[in-house]
């Protein structure tokens, strides 16, 4: 495709007089693309069926006439005044039964007939419009699906499609009475008409009823996403559809969606006000990066990154000169064949008046517009020889949806994530420079060394006999605290003890636990005391040996930790969660012992990264902080961008290659 660099720009917030100046900085600074329309429902339909898309067409060809190609986006994130007078009933009702109104965003009921009708409408006018335009390239839908719905919709309209769906999963009600295990509290149901959203109760909710709720919204998502896909897939065959995700977020299950798209985007935000000041730590930007290439297993786009300070009310810290260019390109490093800035110009009205872009509120370029130039101007050549390439890691993550849904309705203990467990897994391998995947718990294992699955709550048997095949035939697992508590359903398990059918994978029992509530535990591992937090599962061994036991509780001198051999590999089952420094202790045994590669070595701040395609290699290294850094690369590759070999001068980002042997 040939496209690597770009700005979201809205041309409706400016004079038409502007135009021309914009598209002349764009194409000195090297955009190759812009992502336009998204917001901009009212201007391109400001009376039901009344279509102005003139002042899109002349952006576009303005834009097409510099060189740069447009992807629009569906503006249905955002419906206009008129439609909400018209169908006010499309606003969505939260948990506590409250009508959420006109004047932000995302003030749409996704399952409402109505309103859908009216998309079919406007998307049908607005693909057709612009299928034939030559400097349209595709479509983004939406914008940020499930983003602002945390607790919407609860609406007469999503409980009459509720109910649908889980007829349609359990064919009789009293399948769903017994899935759900409705003979606690007397809630059992006579049909489906009685099931209803899951306002605000008087006290407790059903777990299972819960876990299938937040499987119906995401799945309400996904169809409402195909909704329009359909529709522009009819009108524009030689186009892409894409969307843009939000990292880790969950309210809609990104591998379903993905299913829809040519390719996934990305929005990310290192220094968002909500993040951890001054930013958000790189290695849990890198794990965005990965679980964003995961769910299509592709190269992806990167539709808003970070241009400058960011936020609403109140803001993030501002950019140190390089910090967007090294975030730039640790998103390409990890996956992205195309980075687009968010945003072109600051807005000068509206609630995103303080979402700093590539130029401030004057327009003028500045050091951010410097330094997004040199960018693009150092590395279009480079994007293109690297466009289709991946990582290919020894290590993969388990990351599943429905795992999280679970435990957010019943996290066990009140500071315990889901994907904070993903994080604390993934650091020490990022801070080891060891690239790694996420993967699905159905995904085939087989090309990896060493897996790990955080949490693995909901547990069926096709599951464990997945994990115990792939051990079996030489892998490494890394298991964890509550594994196997509980079936599909959102049961707990009540055949064996603790962990299920894995304890004879793992060669143990967990007969007890203890939840850490407002303590600390502590474990001796490999001769020292480290700290342990939470959740204490009490071990006992059949057949494995203890790598490190407790100190603290009734249950000190148990097994907190343990190793047990299974066919041709070997499984770790942490019944604990390890603080930071036994974490980083453990880790690096466990890698040594599964037999991984680290890219090599280096101080804090400078991470490493492969991309790889055919016989070739690329290797990124990149250092995130205002300091000079020192590094030392395993295997011998040739420079392509950098100053000083083995050197990083501030927040510089090195490119190396090099060629493998065909076997």
Request: a negative charge; hydrophobic letters at 35%; proline letters at 5%.
């Amino acid at each position: 495709m040939g496209i690597h660099f770009g700005v979201d720009y809205y041309p409706e917030h400016w004079p038409r007089e502007r135009w021309e100046t914009d598209a002349k900085l764009m194409r000195e600074m090297g955009v190759q693309v812009v992502r336009m329309a998204e917001f901009s429902w009212f201007k391109m339909e400001p009376r039901k069926g009344e279509f102005c898309f003139e002042w899109l067409e002349e952006a576009v060809a303005l834009l097409g006439a510099h060189g740069i190609r447009t992807v629009l986006g569906t503006p249905t994130a955002a419906p206009p005044a008129w439609i909400i007078e018209e169908n006010p009933e499309i606003q969505p009702i939260d948990r506590q039964g409250r009508r959420r109104h006109f004047g932000g965003r995302h003030h749409d009921c996704q399952s409402n007939e109505a309103y859908r009708a009216h998309i079919k409408r406007f998307v049908t006018a607005m693909s057709q419009r612009f299928a034939d335009n030559p400097h349209v390239i595709g479509w983004q839908i939406d914008n940020e699906l499930g983003n602002s719905h945390g607790d919407l919709c609860m609406c007469d309209s999503c409980r009459a499609r509720f109910q649908r769906w889980l007829e349609q999963k359990y064919g009789t009600v009293e399948r769903l009475n017994d899935a759900w295990g409705t003979a606690f509290w007397s809630q059992g149901y006579n049909s489906f008409s009685q099931v209803g959203t899951p306002l605000i109760t008087a006290v407790g909710e059903n777990p299972s009823a819960m876990l299938d709720w937040k499987c119906f919204c995401s799945d309400l998502i996904v169809d409402f996403a195909k909704w329009q896909a359909d529709i522009i897939r009819e009108n524009c065959p030689r186009h892409f559809i894409t969307h843009n995700y939000m990292c880790f977020d969950d309210k809609v299950n990104y591998y379903d969606l993905g299913t829809l798209l040519d390719f996934v985007s990305n929005d990310i935000y290192p220094a968002g006000h909500w993040q951890k000041q001054p930013h958000q730590p790189e290695y849990e930007l890198a794990a965005c990066h990965d679980v964003v290439r995961s769910y299509k297993k592709q190269p992806f786009w990167m539709m808003e990154q970070q241009a400058g300070m960011a936020g609403w009310e109140v803001m993030g810290r501002a950019l140190e000169p390089g910090q967007m260019s090294a975030w730039a390109m640790q998103s390409v490093a990890h996956g992205a064949d195309a980075v687009v800035f968010f945003r072109w110009r600051s807005c000068a009205m509206g609630t995103e008046q303080y979402w700093h872009g590539i130029l401030g509120h004057s327009g003028r370029p500045g050091r951010i517009y410097e330094e997004a130039k040199a960018l693009t101007h150092r590395f279009t050549g480079h994007m293109d020889a690297l466009e289709g390439s991946m990582p290919c890691p020894e290590v993969a993550i388990v990351h599943n949806f429905r795992q999280n849904y679970a435990l957010q309705i019943q996290p066990n203990h009140p500071r315990l994530r889901y994907v904070e467990q993903l994080y604390k897994y993934y650091k020490p391998f990022y801070d080891g420079r060891i690239p790694v995947d996420f993967v699905q718990d159905t995904d085939d294992l087989s090309g990896y060394r060493l897996v790990i699955a955080p949490l693995q709550y909901l547990m069926t048997p096709e599951l464990e006999r997945h994990y115990m095949e792939y051990v079996a035939d030489g892998g490494h697992l890394v298991l964890t605290m509550r594994t196997g508590v509980k079936d599909a359903d959102n049961i707990c398990m009540t055949e064996r003890a603790l962990p299920g059918k894995l304890g004879e994978l793992c060669g143990i029992e967990v007969p007890e636990y203890d939840c850490l509530l407002e303590t600390v535990g502590g474990v001796q591992y490999d001769g020292g005391d480290y700290e342990t937090e939470k959740w204490c599962d009490i071990i006992s061994l059949d057949g494995a040996h203890a790598i490190a036991e407790y100190t603290t509780g009734f249950y000190r001198g148990t097994p907190a930790i343990t190793e047990n051999a299974y066919g041709k590999g070997a499984v770790w089952y942490v019944g604990t969660e390890p603080g930071t420094e036994l974490m980083a202790a453990l880790s690096e045994y466990i890698i040594k012992k599964s037999g991984v590669q680290a890219l090599g070595t280096a101080p804090d701040g400078v991470e490493m990264m492969t991309r790889q395609k055919d016989q070739k290699i690329w290797l990124f290294v990149i250092n995130h902080t205002g300091k000079e850094r020192t590094y030392r690369l395993n295997g011998t590759y040739t420079l392509l961008e950098g100053e000083k070999e083995g050197v990083l001068a501030p927040y510089e980002v090195q490119l190396w290659e090099r060629f493998e042997k065909a076997e």
